[in-house]
Nanobody, 115 residues
Framework: VQLVESGGGLAQPGGSLRLSCAAS????????MSWARQAPGKGLEWVAD????????RYADSVKGRFTISRDNAKNTVYLQINILKPEDTALYYC?????????RGQGTQVTVSS
């Protein structure tokens, strides 16, 4: 199982970023995927799920309305669109095989929101 996140970086408050996660080594279309994040000095926080069977989604209250999770099963890739970035979104963002942020995860991509 390999999960490789990309798309992080430094962004200004109010801006947007699109994170990507390329998956390999398993049947991607059969798995619920999620994103989780870890801010400096804090624990892992689940952000969003996208289900395998119907691509239904669910979000943490802290990001609802600003984050959008999506997947492309043909490309074995899951995405996280982040809009209206806030300084409190600064964190290492992980792609996770599994729901609720529990499961095998990648190395993460850093998102830093600062003016």
């Amino acid at each position: 199982v390999q999960l490789v996140e990309s798309g992080g970086g430094l962004a200004q408050p109010g801006g947007s970023l699109r994170l990507s996660c390329a998956a390999s080594g398993f049947t991607f279309s059969s798995y619920t995927m999620s994103w989780a994040r870890q801010a400096p000095g804090k624990g892992l926080e689940w952000v969003a799920d996208i289900y395998a069977t119907n691509s239904n989604t669910r979000y943490a209250d802290s990001v609802k309305g600003r984050f959008t999770i999506s997947r492309d099963n043909a490309k074995n890739t899951v995405y996280l669109q982040i809009n209206i970035l806030k300084p409190e979104d600064t964190a290492l963002y992980y792609c996770v095989r599994g729901s609720g942020g529990w499961g095998t995860r990648g190395q993460g991509t850093q998102v830093t929101v600062s003016s």
